[in-house]
């Protein structure tokens, strides 16, 4: 995780008082600022994407759609690091491990997703994932050794009490592509926590390029598992609207995560239930049920608290070192 981390908002070590420069404040701040705006830019493409590809679930096979638009977005992801100098590139042994890890999460996460995206609402598929920054606390604690005291634990009990609301296991409400839905969620706390583990020097275009040439080419491996449908200037069209934000996607969480505080800049993937709702409701004439809207707000407040709780936590510990 890149930037500078451990300082009061204020800039102040609350019991010795001595002062961060200016400009580690202003690093700091500005870091934090951008990761957000990236992070909220972020979501609005997933969500694009999310809709350009349900719209083209009407037309084409799982498989079918998600190679497609894979080529897309390879194609022109590869011309752009092309272009930067961030196509071939030296990477280290921890890196090159970081990645497959990386990837993997990415591949799991992508086939999930679309397989629960094809069979239910947006918004419904979208709230299941807002338990993603509990599960990446977690995860931080179980295999990074992070700090998590009994009040975040018990926030993140909470939160998986939010998943169980929206998933209604047992009743009429259930859908068994809900647990896709789940599967995905893992798969994404699996590449984010991989992805905090890179080293600075590595692009973050050439991360984002290598990880969508790997999920077309086993979405292009499976597809002859399913039906492959004829394809309209219509559906090319979409495929490519949803490579474009697809691509926005990658390049734009992955700096998020690198410029800013994970427990400032996470926060902001809330944002996508905005355009999920939103999204769902004018263009699918999709309306979320109770049980979906109580299960995600519970959700979101667990986890607006879980990143608060670990703010405060690291300005306790810098006070104390700077005693």
Not at 18 to 38: F, H
Not at 249 to 265: C, D, K, P, Q, Y
Request: glycine content about 10%; proline content about 3%; charged content about 15%.
């Amino acid at each position: 995780m890149s930037g500078p981390e451990g300082t009061t908002p204020e800039g102040i070590s609350e019991r010795s008082g001595k002062t961060i420069s200016d400009a580690k404040m202003r690093d700091l701040s500005g870091g934090n600022l951008k990761g957000a705006a990236l992070m909220s830019l972020g979501m609005a493409a997933f969500v694009g994407n999310v809709t350009f590809m349900k719209l083209v679930s009407f037309e084409l096979s799982l498989f079918q759609a998600i190679f497609l638009r894979g080529c897309f977005a390879a194609v022109v992801l590869g011309c752009f690091a092309l272009y930067r100098r961030e196509l071939f590139v030296k990477v280290s042994g921890k890196d090159a491990k970081v990645l497959s890890i990386r990837i993997v999460g990415e591949i799991g996460a992508s086939l999930c997703y679309f397989m629960a995206l094809f069979n239910m609402p947006i918004a419904n598929v979208t709230a299941i994932l807002q338990a993603l920054p509990l599960v990446i606390t977690l995860g931080a604690a179980i295999f990074f050794g992070e700090t998590v005291g009994w009040r975040r634990y018990g926030g993140i009990a909470l939160g998986f009490v939010g998943i169980l609301i929206i998933v209604q296991p047992g009743t009429d409400g259930f859908s068994v592509y809900s647990l896709w839905a789940l599967a995905s969620m893992f798969s994404v706390a699996i590449r984010d926590l991989a992805t905090r583990r890179f080293s600075s020097g590595l692009p973050s275009l050439f991360v984002a390029f290598a990880t969508m040439v790997c999920v077309t080419l086993v979405s292009g491996l499976l597809s002859p598992t399913m039906e492959w449908k004829p394809i309209s200037l219509n559906t090319v069209g979409l495929l490519a609207g949803a490579a474009v934000f697809i691509m926005l996607v990658h390049i734009t969480l992955i700096r998020a995560m690198r410029v800013g505080e994970v427990a400032f800049v996470t926060p902001f993937r809330y944002t996508v239930m905005v355009w999920a709702i939103a999204l769902g409701y004018f263009i699918f004439d999709e309306t979320p049920d109770n049980a979906t809207l109580i299960g995600c707000s519970l959700l979101i407040l667990t986890g607006i608290y879980s990143f608060w709780r670990e703010r405060k936590v690291k300005q306790k510990s810098l006070a104390t070192k700077s005693v």
